[in-house]
C-alpha cells in the first residue's frame, strides 16, 4: 500500500511539475494567461481579429484562450465568469451588445482583472478600448454614396446585428450625412444581422417592393455587402444600384477590384488584434498603458484597392 501510495504521489508530483512547466516562458517566468470571448466566429472580421490576436500573443510569449460567444450576451458573461474563475491575468471582450454585454465588464473589473474591449463598446467602462469610431466609418459610406449620386437619390441602409455599438454607430453617422444631404432619400432601412445569406433575402424582398426607385445600398458590413451585390447580380441590376459597405474583408476587396462592389471601407483588424494584446498584457503587468487607442477608417474604391490587396 505504501509503495501504491508513494507511485501515485510522484505520478501526481510529475503531472502538477507538467502544468507548472506549460506556464512559464523560456526565461522560467510566469507565462500571463489572456482570455478573450469573440462576438462570433463566423463573422470573417472577427475571425481575422482573433487571428491577429493570436499572432501576438504568441510573439509576446502569453498564453491565448479564445472562446466564441456566439452572438449570446449572456454567454458572453459566463465565459468572462469563467475567465475570472480560472484566474486569468487579462480578459479580452469582443462584445455582443452595447447593454447586454456590460455585466461582463463589471464582473472582471470587481475581480480586479484588466478586461480590454477590442472592436466594439459596451455601456461599463472597461480597463481600455481598442477600435476605431463607427460613426465615422458610415460618415465615410454614406459621403461616397451623396457624391457618386450628385446628391439625389433613394438609399436603402442594411442595419447590423441590432443593439450592437458597430450598428449604432454606424447609423448615426450615416443618418447626420443623410441630414445634411436633403436631396437623399432613406428609402427603407432594416437588419441584416451582418450575415450574408440574411442581407441577400433582405435586398431581394426590396427589390420587389421598390425596383427601379433604389439608387444605392449602405450595408454596415461588407458580409451584408455581398449578400447585396449577390441580390443585384440575380435581378439583373448589377452596376444599376451602388453598393458600398465596411470591413474591407478579402471577398469584398475583390469585388471592389471587379467593380461588383462600388467601395468598402477599410476597418483595421490586425491592428485592433494585436493593439488589444498589448494593452492586456501591459495593463496585466501594472504598466502604463493608453485606455482608448482609435485606428483610423479609409475609403477604398477601385482606383486604390490594390493598396489593400499587397
Known amino acids: 500500500m505504501k509503495n501504491i501510495f508513494l507511485s501515485g504521489f510522484l505520478v501526481l508530483s510529475l503531472l502538477m511539475a507538467g502544468c507548472n512547466q506549460s506556464k512559464t516562458d523560456d526565461s522560467g517566468e510566469k507565462k500571463l494567461v489572456i482570455g478573450a470571448t469573440m462576438l462570433s466566429m463566423q ?3 472577427v475571425v481575422n481579429v482573433a487571428d491577429e490576436m493570436e499572432a501576438k500573443a504568441k510573439e509576446l510569449g502569453a498564453e491565448l484562450i479564445v472562446v466564441d460567444a456566439e452572438r449570446s450576451s449572456l454567454k458572453q458573461v459566463e465565459q468572462v465568469e469563467s475567465f ?19 455585466p461582463a465588464v463589471k464582473l472582471a473589473m470587481d475581480a480586479k482583472i484588466p478586461i480590454i474591449n477590442v472592436n466594439s463598446e459596451t455601456t461599463a467602462k472597461p480597463t481600455a478600448f481598442v477600435g476605431s469610431d463607427d460613426t465615422e466609418s458610415a ?53 441584416g444581422e451582418w450575415d450574408r445569406a440574411k442581407a441577400m433575402s433582405l435586398t431581394e424582398n426590396w427589390i420587389q417592393s421598390f425596383g427601379p426607385k433604389i439608387n444605392a445600398i449602405f450595408a454596415q458590413n461588407d458580409e451584408m455587402g455581398m449578400g447585396a451585390v449577390k441580390a443585384l447580380e440575380a435581378a439583373g441590376l448589377k452596376g444599376k444600384v451602388l453598393v458600398v459597405s465596411v470591413d474591407a474583408i478579402p471577398d469584398a476587396l475583390q469585388a ?45 474604391t477601385k482606383e486604390n484597392v490594390m493598396e489593400f490587396l499587397k
Open 256 to 300: 471592389v477590384k471587379k467593380g461588383t462592389l462600388d467601395a468598402t471601407v477599410f476597418q483595421n483588424a490586425k491592428e485592433q488584434g494585436s493593439k488589444s494584446i498589448e494593452a492586456a498584457i501591459k495593463a496585466a503587468k501594472g504598466e502604463k498603458y493608453e485606455s482608448e487607442v482609435l485606428i483610423p477608417f479609409q475609403l477604398v
Open 84 to 102: 475570472i474563475a480560472q484566474g486569468v491575468d487579462a480578459i479580452i471582450l469582443n462584445p455582443c451588445e452595447v447593454e447586454a454585454s456590460s
Open 139 to 191: 460618415r465615410i459610406a454614406m459621403k461616397y454614396i451623396a457624391e457618386k449620386l450628385g446628391g439625389k437619390g433613394n438609399v436603402i441602409m442594411m442595419h447590423g446585428y441590432m443593439g450592437q455599438a458597430a450598428q449604432i454607430k454606424r447609423d448615426q453617422g450615416a443618418k447626420e450625412v443623410l441630414k445634411a444631404s436633403p436631396g437623399l432619400k432613406l428609402l427603407a432601412e432594416q437588419t
Open 43 to 45: 463573422n470573417e472580421f
